[in-house]
C-alpha cells in the first residue's frame, strides 16, 4: 500500500504541474494569444482556484467512498494552490504591474476584485505555513483544524474574485460557485447530522425471556 501511495502521488507531483509548463512553454513559443502576460496572470489564477476546489473535495469524496488513501493526497493538493495562487499574484506585482507599490496600494483600494484576491491569498498564506506534520504538533490538533478552516472563506472569496474580475461571462467562475456550494453544503449536512446523533435518544433493548 505505501508503495502504491508513493506512486500516486508521484503522480500527482507531476500532474499538478502540466499547467505551469504549458504556460511556461506558451511563453516561450509565443502562443498565449495578443496578451500573453493577461493569459499567463488569469490562467495561474484559474489553477489555483480549480486546485483549491479538489483539495476541498478530498474530503468529501473519502467519506462518500470509503476510500482512506484520499487524505494523504490532500495536503499536496493544498500546497499546489498556494502555489498556483503565489504565482498568479507574482505574475500581477511583476508582469503587470512591475512592482509599481504605490499603484498596486491604489488598485488594491479601489479595484474590489483586486482586494477581494489578495485577501484571498493572506488567508491561504497561514494554511500553507503550517501543513506540515511539524506544525501540527507544535500547534495541536484542535488548534491546527481551527486554523485550517480559513480554507473556506479563502475559496469563497476566491470564488468572488474570479467573479467579479471576469464582470461579463459568469458561467465558468458561476460553475465554480455551485461546485463550492455543494462541497460546503456536505460538510455542513455532516456537521449537523454529527451533532444530532448524540440527542437521538437509544431504545432501550428489553431482552426476551423465552419460557421453557
Given amino acids: ?26 511563453l516561450w513559443q509565443d502562443t498565449l494569444g495578443a496578451n500573453p502576460i493577461e493569459a499567463l496572470t488569469r490562467g495561474l489564477g ?3 482556484l480549480r486546485l483549491l476546489l479538489i483539495t476541498l473535495a478530498v474530503t468529501p469524496l473519502r467519506r462518500l467512498s470509503g476510500w482512506a488513501w484520499l487524505l494523504k493526497l490532500r495536503r499536496m493538493l493544498g500546497l499546489f494552490a498556494f502555489f498556483y495562487a503565489s504565482l498568479h499574484l507574482i505574475a500581477y ?11 498596486i496600494g491604489r488598485d488594491i483600494l479601489k479595484r474590489p476584485f483586486i482586494t477581494v484576491g489578495m485577501a484571498t491569498f493572506l488567508l491561504l498564506a497561514p ?18 483544524q481551527r486554523l485550517h478552516r480559513l480554507i473556506y472563506p479563502a475559496a469563497l472569496l476566491a470564488v468572488l474574485h474570479f467573479t467579479w474580475m471576469v464582470k461579463v461571462d459568469v458561467r465558468e467562475p458561476a460553475l465554480y460557485g455551485v461546485i463550492l456550494a455543494v462541497l460546503l453544503g456536505l460538510r455542513a449536512w455532516w456537521r449537523i447530522d454529527d451533532w444530532r446523533r448524540p440527542l437521538v435518544p437509544r431504545r432501550r433493548i428489553i431482552p ?5
Fill in 1 to 26: 500500500m505505501a508503495k502504491y501511495i508513493a506512486a500516486l502521488k508521484t503522480a500527482l507531483f507531476i500532474l499538478c504541474l502540466l499547467p505551469l509548463a504549458h504556460y511556461a512553454a506558451g
Fill in 93 to 103: 506585482l511583476w508582469l503587470d504591474q512591475f512592482f509599481d507599490w504605490a499603484e
Fill in 46 to 48: 484559474d489553477w489555483a
Fill in 208 to 212: 426476551i425471556q423465552v419460557r421453557r
Fill in 127 to 144: 494554511l500553507a505555513a503550517t501543513s506540515t506534520k511539524a506544525m501540527i504538533r507544535r500547534l495541536g490538533g484542535q488548534r491546527w
